[in-house]
């Protein structure tokens, strides 16, 4: 997945970024609301976790903003404040979730998969397609009885096919999802992750094809007429 932190305590921006991306997520961080709004206008984002005291301005604006541009993606809101009116409010500006400061990090993480769930319509984490069973918090992939523990990058690609089978992803789109603004990469990284799922889904029906001049496409294959 890749998220949004919007945080202006470098302490806890640090904190929050060195775990996320230990889970393998991509994150990118602004520390004020104009970088948030530069990011939020150039990359597509599954979660935006967002704090409210930010230097230039009030993050419940940014919030509003978000909302009214019929931007869907799913917003956890970072609060030092306690009182009912204030979580009241923050959820009635559209944010999906809030947790208040100082927070453990696993409630942290159980919101986030709890918000990325309900958007998702689902139940539990583990997803299927075709004879896949795909479970982005164990980072398993399952056929049949084989289980397979996926490695970061493999594990957040195939997230991305997964959450749009039959999609046509460019590799600059695909750049952009696995990798975060402050990672130099060329887009021939994608052709060695597409290339190593390629190899777990060897037999299955399932494939990842090239449409030439496009990107790639995640598909059940065809069975016979």
Known sequence: ???????????????????????????????????????????????????????????????KAHRARQNETPVIVLTARSEVSDRVGVLDLGADDYITKPFDFSELEARCRAVLRRRGGASSNAQRFGSLVFDALAGTLRIGEEVITLRNRELRLLEVFMSAPDRIFSKSKLVDRLFSYDEDVSENAIEVYVG??????????????????????????PGPS
Request: proline residues 1%; aromatic residues 6%; charged residues 25%.
């Open 1 to 63: 997945m890749r998220f949004l932190l919007v945080e202006d305590n470098e302490g806890l921006a640090g904190a929050v970024l060195d775990r996320l991306r230990l889970d393998g997520h991509v994150v990118d961080h602004a520390a004020d609301i104009s970088a948030a709004d530069h990011f939020a206008s150039t990359a597509d984002y599954d979660l935006i976790l967002l704090d409210i005291m930010l230097p230039d301005g009030d993050g419940r604006n940014f919030l």
């Open 196 to 221: 190593r799922l390629r190899k777990h889904l060897a037999g299955t029906d399932v494939e990842i094809a090239t449409v030439r001049g496009l990107g790639y496409r995640m598909s059940l294959i």
